[in-house]
């Protein structure tokens, strides 16, 4: 059986897994992490997950659970570049953990949720702003290689 904790961060809440995510896991995410993090980031209510098209995102039972909890999706072709802010930040996430060399995974996982809850406001402001001109620079250059 798949466990997991969340941590509460500026970035919204971190979900550790010890397991493999399937559509039931990632929906139990979505529950207890994605929609507490709008609320207590006083995110919008309009507010649009963006998610790729990997199957546990795309599963029948995870449209379903979107749908009921009414939680909006941003249609996203196959293929495609990952523009997801989130994805810097796994990027910046992994970068610090790394350097602090984690010897286990309690480690890791530790070093995981301190990193997290310092991750600065600004920089998420930053990812959310630049949104638009990532999105330019991809429909630029027809999908292909960019500075982003």
Known sequence: MEQWRNFPGVAGRLAVINGTMNSAVYQ???????????????LKR?????QDNDPKHTSKSTSEWLKKNKMKTLEWPSQ????????????????????????????????????????????????????GKRLIAVVAAKGGHNSY
């Not at 139990?28 to 006083?42: A, F, G, Q, T």
């Not at 910046?92 to 991750?119: G, M």
């Open 28 to 42: 139990k995410i979505l529950k207890e992490n994605v929609r507490p993090s709008v609320c207590d980031l006083k």
């Open 46 to 50: 309009t507010c649009v997950l963006q």
């Open 80 to 131: 495609s570049p990952d523009l997801n802010p989130i994805e810097m930040l796994w990027h910046d996430l992994k970068k610090v953990v790394h350097a602090r060399k984690p010897s286990n995974v309690a480690e890791l996982q530790q070093f995981c949720k301190d990193e997290w809850a310092k991750i600065p406001p600004q920089r998420c402001n930053r990812l959310i702003a630049s949104y």
